[in-house]
């Protein structure tokens, strides 16, 4: 499952330099690419952008559901393309 960034973000940044697969981008607000994010699996035991988060904005997307051996693939495809 991706994670995704609600409306309640306040653009303090705090989260882009935290996501190892540079999933996190700049807007109004932030947001996540659900192609990229592996939910943190295989580089951290939870995902890293959550408790840099000051107004817990950021959640499990729902349309976005993966098994972890899925996740897993997406986290080793990031590796191998950078
Ligand atoms: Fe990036 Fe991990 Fe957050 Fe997904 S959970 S956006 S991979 S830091
Ligand atoms: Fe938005 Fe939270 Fe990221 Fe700050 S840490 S930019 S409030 S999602």
Known sequence: MSLMITDDCIGCGA????CPHEAIYEGEPY?????????????YPEPACLPVCPVDCILLDPDNIETSDELMLKSQYYLREN
């Not at 989260?15 to 935290?18: A, R």
């Open 15 to 18: 989260c882009i330099d935290e």
């Open 31 to 43: 947001s996540i690419d659900p192609d990229k994010c592996s939910e943190c699996y295989g580089n």
